[in-house]
């Protein structure tokens, strides 16, 4: 399946994680139950392709970490994909 890389712009919830995706392909991350804020969120650069979602996160020591998801299903309000394990991640769209 191919997804548009437009349907994941925006912000996306799961319980209290919070992943936001801007345009130019950079967003941040944070978990509200961790007493994160989003002033405070973990950055990222994202690019899909495809159905593949990989996702580069900028840890605070310098290093990088790459993160890479097949994307299962992804409309305006609703985004799912799974990791390498087998794991799914369901995430809504929030306005």
Not at 4 to 24: F, I, M, Q, S
Not at 42 to 54: H, M, R, V
Not at 84 to 93: A, F, Q, R, V
Request: proline share 2%; net charge negative.
């Amino acid at each position: 399946m191919i997804y548009d890389a437009a349907l994941l712009v925006g912000k996306w919830t799961r319980g209290t994680e919070n992943e936001v995706y801007l345009p130019d392909g950079t967003g941040r991350m944070w978990d509200s139950s961790e007493d994160v804020s989003a002033s405070e969120a973990q950055s990222f650069k994202w690019t899909l392709d495809s159905n593949l979602l990989t996702i580069v996160c900028h840890l605070e020591l310098g290093g990088i970490l790459p993160k890479r998801y097949v994307v299962t299903f992804a409309d305006d309000e609703n985004l799912v994909y799974r990791d390498s394990y087998g794991t799914s991640y369901m995430w809504d769209k929030k306005r």
